[in-house]
C-alpha cells in the first residue's frame, strides 16, 4: 500500500505555468528560481501574476536588478506610487523606497533619539493609513545580514477562513480605523509635507476601511486590520474595540499562517498586500540590512 501525503492547502489549486515553482509554507509564500525579471514575455508575466495571487508572495532569488530594473519590473503589473507617503524615495528614483535601519538609527541619534528606532518591524500590512493602500509591494534585497533580518509573512485569507462563521459574519459588518500618526506625525513633521496619489499633505488623517475586506482579483474574504496602524473598530466601545484587536492580532498571524524568508543579496520579492501582513526580525545587532521597495497603487478595500 503507497501511502500519500496530503497535498498542503496552498499547492492543492497552484496554477499550472511553465516555469518552476517551490511551495515554502502550507499556506502562503513560494520561490521562482531561473527566471530573469528584466527579460519577461508577457504570457510569463501573466503567469508570474497568476502564481503570485495564488501564493500571495513570491520570491525571485538571483536577480542582479537596478533600481531602474526593478522600476520597470514593478510597472509590467501595475502603477508605482511615491515611493511612500511621508518618507521620501532615492533622489533620482522617487517611486523606489529605501529602508536601512542603521541609517534610520542614525538620523534619530542625530534628532536625540533612538528609542524607538528598531532593527525590525512588527506585524503591519504597508500602508494601511491612507485610502487607497497600494495592492501589492516589491522588494529587492540590496545588503542583507549573513544570519538573521529574515521577514515573516502572514495569510489574511487563511486567518480569516478559520474563524467561526459566527464571528466571520460579524466581523464583515465592521469598520477599523487606521492611523499612521504614531509611526510617522514625527517624521512628517520635520519633512513638513508628503505626498500620496499625487496630492501633498501636511497631516496624517486617520482613514476608515472594513474589517473583513474582498480581494477584487480573486473574490476571497481577509481579515484587514494591523497592529501597524489599526487603532480602534469604530461600532465598538473603547474596552470592546480593545479586546477584540487584541484577539485578531494575535490570531492572525499564528504560525500556520505564516511563512519565514531569508535574505539573499539581490532576491526581489513581490507580496500581495491586499491579504497579507509582514513583519521584519530584528536579531542582526550591528550587521547592515538595507532593502529597496516599489509599491504598486491599489483599490479602496471593500
Ligand atoms: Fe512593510
Not at 43 to 62: C, E, N, Q
Amino acid at each position: 500500500m503507497t501511502i500519500t501525503a496530503p497535498e498542503a492547502p496552498a499547492a492543492a489549486t497552484a496554477p499550472d505555468v511553465p516555469f518552476e515553482v517551490i511551495p515554502l509554507s502550507g499556506n502562503l509564500g513560494a520561490e521562482i528560481p531561473g527566471l530573469d525579471l528584466r527579460t519577461l514575455d508577457d504570457d510569463t508575466i501573466a503567469a508570474v501574476r497568476a502564481t503570485w495571487l495564488h501564493y500571495k508572495v513570491v520570491f525571485f532569488p538571483g536577480q542582479d536588478l537596478t533600481p531602474q530594473d526593478h522600476l520597470a519590473f514593478a510597472r509590467r503589473f501595475g502603477e508605482p506610487t511615491e515611493g511612500h507617503p511621508v518618507i521620501p524615495g532615492l533622489p533620482d528614483q522617487p517611486e523606489v523606497f529605501q529602508i536601512d535601519y542603521t541609517q534610520a538609527r542614525e538620523l534619530a541619534a542625530a534628532y536625540g533619539d533612538v528609542s524607538d528606532v528598531s532593527r525590525g518591524l512588527h506585524w503591519h500590512t504597508d500602508v494601511t493609513f491612507v485610502r487607497r493602500p497600494p495592492l501589492g509591494s516589491i522588494l529587492r534585497a540590496v545588503e542583507v545580514p549573513r544570519a538573521g533580518g529574515d521577514t515573516l509573512f502572514s495569510n489574511q485569507e487563511a486567518a480569516f477562513d478559520d474563524l467561526s462563521p459566527a464571528l466571520q459574519e460579524f466581523l464583515s459588518t465592521l469598520t477599523a480605523v487606521h492611523d499612521g500618526q504614531d509611526q510617522f506625525k514625527v517624521i512628517l513633521d520635520l519633512i513638513g509635507e508628503g505626498t500620496w496619489e499625487g496630492k501633498t499633505f501636511t497631516k496624517l488623517e486617520p482613514v476608515e476601511h472594513p474589517v473583513v475586506r474582498t480581494h477584487p482579483e480573486t473574490g476571497k474574504r481577509s481579515l484587514f486590520v494591523n497592529p501597524g496602524f489599526t487603532s480602534r473598530i469604530k461600532e465598538l466601545k473603547r474596552t470592546e474595540s480593545d479586546a477584540l484587536l487584541a484577539y485578531l492580532f494575535q490570531h492572525s498571524v499564528r504560525p500556520e499562517f505564516t511563512v519565514r524568508y531569508h535574505w539573499q543579496p539581490g532576491t526581489i520579492a513581490f507580496w500581495d498586500n491586499r491579504a497579507t501582513q509582514h513583519a521584519v526580525v530584528g536579531d542582526y545587532g550591528d550587521h547592515r540590512r538595507v532593502i529597496q521597495r516599489v509599491t504598486l497603487r491599489g483599490d479602496e478595500p471593500r
